[in-house]
């Protein structure tokens, strides 16, 4: 059974940092494209950032705009896990934080193209 279980989320005051992980089980983790999106209260859910394997380039990163230079995607494919480093927070980071896994080649932008959800972490930031 794949599973995708997400940890790390909680309370921080504007200006501070944040790692979320994500625990991956029942998927060729290497292989997958992985990618984290988050859903504030009210809004969407949205892509943030997601992570590929390209053989002649290595792992190849996308972030959403709001994140580019905040936030760092990565994973440790021997612990089959995956990280969202989060700095700078700002209360319009606040949202639930959710990872997402599926199988081809390249990052996508839109949720149905993720076949593996988590259930979530809570990220609240103060101002």
């Known amino acids: 059974q794949t599973q995708l279980h997400e940890t790390g989320g909680g309370l921080m005051q504007a200006g501070g940092s944040l790692r979320l992980s994500c625990a991956a089980s029942?998927?060729?983790?290497?292989?997958?494209?992985m990618a984290w999106f988050r859903e504030g209260h009210g809004k969407e859910r949205e892509f943030v950032a997601g992570?590929?394997?390209?053989?002649?380039?290595?792992?190849?990163?996308d972030y959403t705009d709001s994140v580019k230079g905040r936030f760092t995607i990565s994973r440790d494919n021997a612990k089959s896990t995956l990280y969202l480093q989060m700095n700078s927070l700002s209360p319009e980071d606040t949202a639930v934080y959710y990872c997402?896994?599926?199988?081809?080649?390249?990052?996508?932008?839109?949720?149905?193209?993720?076949?593996?959800w988590g259930q979530g972490t809570q990220v609240t930031v103060s101002s």
């Open positions: 997402a896994a599926r199988t081809g080649d390249f990052v996508r932008y839109d949720v149905e193209d993720y076949d593996v």
């Open positions: 992570i590929s394997w390209i053989d002649w380039v290595g792992d190849h990163t």
């Open positions: 029942g998927l060729t983790f290497s292989n997958s494209v």
